[in-house]
T-cell receptor, first 113, second 112 residues
């Protein structure tokens, strides 16, 4: 099993450009999440999807959109990138059951100039 | 929503010294998780605590949940260079589809 995979690993964008970050998991998890990580601020939830076909906003959703394409895939789109969106983006999926353990992908390091 | 304060933000130790990081909340927590992130890596789940006063051990790591369920700690005995990284506590949002709220993290540096 590959677990959670993310593409691309690195990306540089100019202000105003758009892009989609891809995430896929092969663990048959229902819930998936997108976080951003900035120095000194821990991880902050952008959007999440409790199941296929549903998405909801997290703590910092402005400037982002998401699509839960199917049970495996959850993508994050930046429509018009801004320098404030320079960050490391992590996708995660959740183990079902009483534990809330999340499995994280390797991350995408995004720079917006 | 619930928030958690994690201290210290940074900790430098000599190899062999002990290390402790703390998470504190003003409200009662239903559960708390701990994650480790190696430099350049992604967060990796370590443990989840649910019960008041719970203590769990993983080799040199000891995790505690306070009696009042408002604080938690992670203690590493005799640190090794492999312990380097950032340690995060995280709160699961009850029935809110498993959403996690992370503390700011403690960056641990171990000098050989």
């Amino acid at each position: 099993n590959a677990g959670v995979t993310q593409t691309p690993k690195f990306q540089v964008l100019k202000t105003g450009q758009s892009m989609t970050l891809q995430c896929a998991q092969d663990m048959n998890h229902n819930s998936m999440y997108w976080y951003r990580q900035d120095p000194g601020m821990g991880l902050r939830l952008i959007y999440y999807s409790a199941s296929e076909g549903t998405t909801d906003k997290g703590e910092v959703p402005n400037g982002y959109n998401v699509s839960r394409l199917n049970k495996r895939e959850f993508s994050l789109r930046l429509e018009s990138a801004a320098p404030s969106q320079t960050s490391v983006y992590f996708c995660a999926s959740r183990v079902e059951g009483s534990s809330y353990e999340q499995y994280f992908g390797p991350g995408t390091r995004l720079t917006v100039t | 929503g619930q928030q958690v304060m994690q201290i210290p933000q940074y900790q430098h130790v000599q190899e062999g010294e002990d290390f402790t990081t703390y998470c504190n909340s003003s409200t009662t927590l239903s559960n708390i998780q701990w994650y480790k992130q190696r430099p350049g890596g992604h967060p990796v789940f370590l443990i989840q605590l649910v019960k008041s006063g719970e203590v769990k051990k993983q080799k040199r790591l000891t995790f505690q949940f306070g009696e009042a369920k408002k604080n938690s700690s992670l203690h590493i005995t005799a640190t090794q260079t492999t312990d380097v990284g950032t340690y995060f506590c995280a709160l699961a949002g009850g029935t809110s589809y498993g959403k996690l709220t992370f503390g700011q993290g403690t960056i641990l540096t171990v000098h050989p």
